[in-house]
């Protein structure tokens, strides 16, 4: 599966961006979809996931309740709705699919096997 995230951008200090990654192929309702974030200098950490049914969701501690995961099946498409974003937010934002019916938790870069390029995310104080 290929994808392509877009909506980054630069935003205050407790502002909003709503971050999409839409999906090639016909089979994207099989995959269970994640976002990942880089920070200058530091290693690529995981940020939210959605498993492929779409009635679980995972976050990372420092954006729950900040932080929606979703997914459209008819655009091929999941979200990730950011608000009240911290400048510690800042990074460059990924998302990933995992294997196709993949059952298990959705926490680790491990269970993911295919990525998107990256979106610029700027949170400025």
């Known amino acids: 599966v290929q994808l392509q995230a877009s909506g980054g951008g630069l935003v205050q200090a407790g502002g909003s961006l709503r971050l999409s990654c839409a999906a090639s192929?016909?089979?994207?309702?099989?995959?269970?979809m994640g976002w990942f974030r880089q920070a200058p200098g530091k290693e690529r950490e995981f940020v939210a996931a959605?498993?492929?049914?779409?009635?679980?969701?995972y976050y990372a501690d420092s954006v729950k309740g900040r932080f929606t995961i979703s997914r459209d099946n008819a655009k091929n498409t999941v979200y990730l709705q950011m608000n009240s974003l911290e400048p510690e937010d800042t990074a460059v934002y990924y998302c990933?699919?995992?294997?196709?019916?993949?059952?298990?938790?959705?926490?680790?870069?491990?269970?993911?096997?295919?990525w998107g390029q990256g979106t610029q995310v700027t949170v400025s104080s």
């Open positions: 990933a699919a995992s294997r196709r019916y993949y059952s298990g938790s959705l926490y680790s870069r491990a269970d993911f096997g295919s």
């Open positions: 192929g016909r089979t994207f309702s099989s995959y269970g």
């Open positions: 959605i498993s492929w049914t779409g009635g679980t969701t």
